[in-house]
């Protein structure tokens, strides 16, 4: 459980584990809060020989009695704009320690969204997947309490939710494949938007056969554990425009039949963040009640090799009757898009999106932290504008008319992969686009930036990190108005 509380005490009185101040350039500790001047100037003076950085997230821990609480953490603000409050309080959350308790902030946010911005990075800053993890004779750390100085109701109420949707997707990435397959992460689907109400369907593998998801099928087909297509709606009265969103869902990917190294398997049960960012999504502009009709799709399957699994040459059928030739088994997460962006583009959506972590040339093109984003321009850049806003990393990425000519086949419609290996993350861009025919439509490859293999950094943390979430939510938003 998430715990918030505005605060407007004085800080220094605040009964706490720990404090959490801000500084800026000249190592001065500075807030908006309730805090007296002279403790305010003392803090400075003591943190000084420890030249504490204004830089976003450089973090500087000191003991004072001036103040109630034993630590207090001094974090760099950067320029103090919303997204450099999410990153230094995610650092500051971290910097309270693992078992951080009761937690007084008194960062300078002055506005709502400022706010929201200090608590959205707290709640994603100090996330931890422990669950199995074996428990200490101390038992399981208790979820912190934060309290934050100045912060309005809504802002906490938004800042929650919002988290909340990120920090879910990040538990489904980080949850092993023994425990999440295509039928269990259906039933997750079922329990997490229960209440909330969205309309969920589910198709299992005789359905999706049966209504000619070939590229379900193919993908699922070398493994025990058959494929689900899964749909989710919010649709809330009124609404005058639906966005639909498709997410790519393979629970495990070993590339199949053309077997991916063992490095190169080590993160694949990442390979599901799209369809959990769009399970988020969803179930976030249900609780925010957004005025606009929001489809989820997630396009779910475990891609493994086995006597019963495609072979690179086959020739599948997918959803909508277009045929394509697999080259690579391991380009399994376009033929799911495939059947998922057919089936949402029949319902005429407003606009068509999809995340997937798809190539690695995306991480090639542009690294570990900033998303590819291909497809209508007006779409494209309404997304890449919206991240600039929620504060993640996400770049306009162009789709080459000549590069379609390597998706040509002697044999089918389509291949699943260019005859040239140069440019992969926007060949696979132009497969996808045509399957969202004249629908407005944007492509998000997060392939990378949906997995931090290193350290903790700002508001991220290691392993899945619920990238797409707060971008896809503020690009809903600016569609109704909100």
């Given at each position: 459980?998430?715990?918030?509380?505005?605060?407007?005490?004085?800080?220094?009185?605040?009964?706490?584990?720990?404090?959490?101040?801000?500084?800026?350039?000249?190592?001065?500790?500075?807030?908006?809060?309730?805090?007296?001047?002279?403790?305010?100037?003392?803090?400075?003076?003591?943190?000084?020989?420890?030249?504490?950085?204004?830089?976003?997230?450089?973090?500087?821990?000191?003991?004072?009695?001036?103040?109630?609480?034993?630590?207090?953490?001094?974090?760099?603000?950067?320029e103090g704009n919303d997204a450099d409050l999410r990153e230094s309080a995610g650092?500051?959350?971290?910097?309270?320690?693992?078992?951080?308790?009761?937690?007084?902030?008194?960062?300078?946010?002055?506005?709502?969204?400022?706010?929201?911005?200090?608590?959205?990075?707290?709640?994603?800053?100090?996330?931890?997947?422990?669950?199995?993890?074996?428990?200490?004779?101390?038992?399981?750390?208790?979820?912190?309490?934060?309290?934050?100085?100045?912060?309005?109701?809504?802002?906490?109420?938004?800042?929650?939710?919002?988290?909340?949707?990120?920090?879910?997707?990040?538990?489904?990435?980080?949850?092993?494949?023994?425990?999440?397959?295509?039928?269990?992460?259906?039933?997750?689907?079922?329990?997490?938007?229960?209440?909330?109400?969205?309309?969920?369907?589910?198709?299992?593998?005789?359905?999706?056969?049966?209504?000619?998801?070939?590229?379900?099928?193919?993908?699922?087909?070398?493994?025990?554990?058959?494929?689900?297509?899964?749909?989710?709606?919010?649709?809330?009265?009124?609404?005058?425009?639906?966005?639909?969103?498709?997410?790519?869902?393979?629970?495990?990917?070993?590339?199949?039949?053309?077997?991916?190294?063992?490095?190169?398997?080590?993160?694949?049960?990442?390979?599901?963040?799209?369809?959990?960012?769009?399970?988020?999504?969803?179930?976030?502009?249900?609780?925010?009640?957004?005025?606009?009709?929001?489809?989820?799709?997630?396009?779910?399957?475990?891609?493994?090799?086995?006597?019963?699994?495609?072979?690179?040459?086959?020739?599948?059928?997918?959803?909508?009757?277009?045929?394509?030739?697999?080259?690579?088994?391991?380009?399994?997460?376009?033929?799911?898009?495939?059947?998922?962006?057919?089936?949402?583009?029949?319902?005429?959506?407003?606009?068509?999106?999809?995340?997937?972590?798809?190539?690695?040339?995306?991480?090639?093109?542009?690294?570990?932290?900033?998303?590819?984003?291909?497809?209508?321009?007006?779409?494209?850049?309404?997304?890449?504008?919206?991240?600039?806003?929620?504060?993640?990393?996400?770049?306009?990425?162009?789709?080459?008319?000549?590069?379609?000519?390597?998706?040509?086949?002697?044999?089918?419609?389509?291949?699943?992969?260019?005859?040239?290996?140069?440019?992969?993350?926007?060949?696979?861009?132009?497969?996808?686009?045509?399957?969202?025919?004249?629908?407005?439509?944007?492509?998000?490859?997060?392939?990378?930036?949906?997995?931090?293999?290193?350290?903790?950094?700002?508001?991220?943390?290691?392993?899945?990190?619920?990238?797409?979430?707060?971008?896809?939510?503020?690009?809903?938003?600016?569609?109704?108005?909100?």
């Open positions: 459980m998430i715990r918030l509380s505005a605060s407007s005490d004085d800080v220094a009185e605040i009964e706490a584990d720990a404090l959490i101040l801000g500084i800026i350039p000249g190592g001065e500790v500075t807030t908006h809060a309730n805090l007296p001047e002279d403790i305010r100037t003392a803090l400075t003076e003591t943190a000084r020989p420890l030249e504490p950085e204004a830089k976003v997230g450089a973090t500087t821990i000191l003991a004072s009695p001036l103040v109630k609480a034993p630590r207090v953490v001094l974090v760099g603000l950067g650092a500051a959350s971290r910097a309270c320690g693992k078992r951080p308790g009761r937690i007084a902030v008194a960062l300078p946010a002055l506005t709502d969204s400022a706010c929201q911005a200090v608590a959205e990075g707290l709640l994603l800053g100090s996330y931890r997947f422990d669950r199995y993890l074996t428990p200490k004779s101390d038992g399981p750390a208790p979820e912190p309490e934060w309290l934050i100085a100045g912060a309005s109701d809504s802002a906490l109420a938004r800042a929650v939710i919002l988290a909340e949707a990120v920090n879910g997707a990040r538990d489904l990435v980080n949850t092993p494949p023994l425990d999440l397959y295509p039928e269990s992460f259906a039933e997750t689907a079922q329990t997490a938007t229960s209440g909330l109400g969205v309309d969920v369907r589910v198709w299992n593998a005789d359905q999706l056969e049966k209504e000619g998801f070939g590229g379900l099928i193919a993908v699922g087909s070398g493994s025990l554990r058959p494929p689900r297509l899964i749909r989710l709606e919010w649709k809330p009265e009124g609404a005058r425009e639906t966005v639909a969103l498709v997410g790519k869902g393979i629970t495990f990917d070993t590339g199949g039949i053309s077997l991916k190294t063992n490095d190169g398997m080590a993160t694949m049960k990442s390979d599901m963040a799209g369809a959990a960012a769009v399970l988020g999504i969803v179930c976030a502009a249900a609780r925010l009640k957004l005025p606009i009709a929001v489809t989820g799709w997630l396009c779910l399957a475990e891609n493994m090799p086995s006597g019963s699994a495609q072979r690179p040459s086959d020739v599948i059928r997918v959803h909508g009757g277009t045929t394509v030739e697999v080259m690579n088994t391991d380009a399994e997460g376009r033929l799911v898009l495939a059947d998922g962006l057919d089936r949402a583009r029949e319902e005429k959506p407003t606009v068509l999106i999809d995340i997937a972590t798809l190539t690695g040339a995306q991480g090639l093109a542009l690294g570990a932290r900033t998303c590819g984003v291909m497809g209508t321009p007006s779409v494209r850049d309404a997304i890449v504008g919206a991240a600039g806003e929620a504060g993640e990393g996400m770049w306009a990425m162009p789709l080459p008319d000549h590069l379609r000519e390597g998706l040509e086949s002697k044999v089918a419609d389509l291949r699943n992969v260019s005859n040239d290996r140069m440019g992969g993350m926007l060949t696979a861009g132009l497969f996808l686009r045509e399957f969202a025919g004249d629908t407005p439509w944007a492509h998000v490859d997060i392939a990378r930036p949906a997995f931090n293999e290193g350290g903790p950094y700002g508001a991220t943390p290691s392993g899945g990190t619920g990238i797409a979430v707060r971008t896809m939510l503020r690009f809903l938003e600016n569609r109704c108005g909100a």
